[in-house]
């Protein structure tokens, strides 16, 4: 199986596959090719959320703002799973949940000699890479002389949160298709807390486990999917309602 | 085969196919991610107009804005097919067309156990359970102790137009991607009239067969693929040029 | 395998999708379901860039302003690749790539009896047809009764350059996601040119072979993977920079 994502939108991710599928049968699964234009964080903080959920695979990752430069492209192999694109951090936290930790993740420099075009490497270096690393195996495919190891890669982290009895202070990471703004604050820390009203920079807002638990355009404060506190409105958008977009400061006051 | 429709966007979908995949080798094909945002009742137009072209297969439906309430999770079993959503209503009318009536349903309620999130069912109760009624079996998934047989199910229905020698009067049901107004006006009051003119909400109007069959831009009333009436325009947007929404009364004269 | 083509957004595509799957069980790739609304011109762009990447296929492509109408439904064999589709040009530029030139193209007419409606042949036609290639064999399909020899089949071409050692002239065939105005100058007029200037439509910008060659927001030219002259901007949008949309004409000054 090899999972697609990008941020090309169309007609070109069909290019990747059609390269694929000259090398390979495997299953195709798209997760998404409308990713934020060459927005490498938003990217991975997605590929993290979503990759675990797959049976073992090679996914292949193409948000590559510098393509035709001298960044290279990498293979990580992160537990069952391996993952291919450029190296640029995209890959990493999805590879450290995936691999239980930095230590348990294999990185190989991708070469096949020069690509077809410096412009897109998706379908010249990437697609023809997971079809050979998906065709050799996960777990051996750097026996094939396209691969060498690799270090000092490109690292990419998410800021981590202040926690304490009172307040919580961390940040928006992304928002989501619905206006779900999603921060880097553990669920946790609502934890017996349903019904309740916590106060999120400076305004007060009930604390509930399901949206629709308020009346519709009424904002809450929940436990997204991720695990995180996530700022929403019942049928309507959390970030518009909160203020609030990705990067910005949140601070959530308990008592 | 399972297919998949949702209001996501994305990338939530994605996280759903991998559930499936870690249970099931099935084919997964996608209807829609981008239907409107938690309206229950376009998707159930779309659901009933598209899934009865499918072969046999499981249908995973997530239109759920009460997701995390007690609104019932349940799997309708409708001819040959098996649809997987909220009790909600949104599996109703395409269960009723695939089941030849409402007697031909058969219901269940999906339990198994508590989810791992009260914000994303699509990923933690639907997409496994698609999963273990397409590896069950359609016809007989109910031997698995997940699924207990329901009533009382959520209804949903379209409204009935009324039709008479002279006069239709209906409303629109939805709106496509093209920009033609659907109606719950059946075609078969445009029998014989191509190439006439009908008066509809007080302005005439040709019949035809077809969009081309008048100018670019030019308004017409045609027989969608859907079997009902449309309000379209040649190359361009028969919502806006007849003046009508989603829910608008719609009177055709006929004479 | 059988690849899908249209402008029909969602959810249309899933219903060629079921219809497709009731007679075969090719594996199904969406190349594009969002290429401009009823734009020909565009599609037949795009189909020619991508398809070839793919391994031998019936390419199912339905961009078909005259749905209905008396255009004609037809195949056409090339290389060994199938293209699926409605008789308006929107097949013969990647007709020609595949069977590298007009004489390698073979052309046979649809017949399947009156289709179910006159406003959705991609399901009421182009699908089942494309199916019932797919089973027959992109060799040999034209033995089965619904294919009959086609000729004066209506033609698409795109405008050349003209290209001299001083200058370029040619023009925007189409803007892709990204912004990039693609145009039909080859690329190799820019050969041993990168880190230099050229005067496009008056006006100067550098040569580079990768978009983060230059700054961020910077215009720069460079030959995209299609092989013609781009004009781009890194991270930004090379069509509003530039000043051009598709159609308009663009004049390099080499010197």
């Known amino acids: 199986m090899i999972t697609l994502s990008s941020d090309f939108g169309t007609p070109y991710p069909a290019a990747m596959k059609g390269v694929i599928l000259q090398d390979s049968d495997a299953r195709l699964v798209d997760v998404a090719h409308d990713f934020p234009r060459q927005d490498v964080r938003t990217a991975a903080f997605w590929l993290r959320e979503v990759l675990p959920y797959f049976p073992p695979a090679v996914h292949l990752v ?20 391996a993952l291919v694109g450029p190296d640029n951090g995209v890959l990493r936290p999805v590879a450290r949940e995936l691999a239980g930790g930095e230590d348990g993740i294999e990185a190989f420099e991708i070469d096949l000699g020069d690509p077809a075009s ?18 050799a195996g996960i777990g051996e495919f750097e026996t094939r002389e396209a691969f060498a190891p690799a270090d000092d890669l490109v690292d990419l982290t998410f800021p981590e949160p202040t926690v ?17 703004a999603i921060t880097n604050v553990p669920g946790s820390i609502l934890d017996g807390r349903y019904g309740d009203h916590v106060t999120v920079n400076g305004e007060r807002a009930p604390v509930e486990p399901t949206y629709a638990a308020v009346d519709p355009d009424q904002r809450l404060v929940t436990v ?5 506190v996530e700022l929403a409105v019942n049928r ?4 518009a309602a909160f203020g609030v977009a990705v990067g910005d400061r949140v601070a959530i006051d308990l008592d």
């Open 224 to 228: 997204g999917s991720h695990g995180n």
């Open 164 to 180: 304490d009895d009172e307040r919580a202070t961390g940040e928006v990471l992304v928002v989501d298709d619905f206006g779900n």
């Open 62 to 81: 193409v948000i590559d703002p510098g393509v035709g430069t001298d960044r290279a492209a990498v293979v990580l192999r992160a537990g069952d799973h």
């Open 236 to 239: 309507g958008r959390g970030e």
């Open 118 to 135: 410096s412009t897109f490497h998706g379908r010249d270096v990437f697609a023809p890479a997971a079809a050979l690393v998906h065709e």
